[in-house]
Nanobody, 126 residues
Framework: QVQLVESGGGLVQAGGSLRLSCAASGRTFSSYAMGWFRQAPGKEREFVAAVNWSGGSPVYADSVKGRFTISRDNGKNTVYLRMNSLKSEDTAVYYC???????????????????WGQGTQVTVSS
């Protein structure tokens, strides 16, 4: 069992930056691939970024490519999402998720992720 707790969300002006953190409990964090998803009001949850167990092979949604960076620190059991050049359309609740099945897999579909955090709100004002 893994518990995930996101933090770092908030209100920021368009063009600004935020860094989200997701702290995981348990000793097996370093064997999980990790992902970030988001859900805007009235929309379905969508994939944002993911990284494998070692921090390699990052994958990004086209909408955030070049602006967002996913990284992880296995020594701190934490995965990060650095968000630059934020736009109003980035406003959403951001969730981190853990995929315990295949450490080297970088999945983009929700169904591959077993453990989820409670989410953190990001609001970008234009």
């Amino acid at each position: 069992q893994v518990q995930l707790v996101e933090s770092g969300g908030g209100l920021v002006q368009a063009g600004g930056s935020l860094r989200l953190s997701c702290a995981a409990s348990g000793r097996t964090f370093s064997s999980y691939a990790m992902g970030w998803f988001r859900q805007a009001p009235g929309k379905e949850r969508e994939f944002v970024a993911a990284v494998n167990w070692s921090g390699g092979s990052p994958v990004y949604a086209d909408s955030v490519k070049g602006r967002f960076t996913i990284s992880r620190d296995n020594g701190k059991n934490t995965v990060y999402l650095r968000m630059n050049s934020l736009k109003s359309e980035d406003t959403a609740v951001y969730y981190c998720a853990a995929d315990p099945s295949l450490p080297w897999r970088v999945a983009t579909e929700e169904k591959e992720y077993v453990y989820w955090g409670q989410g953190t709100q990001v609001t970008v004002s234009s």
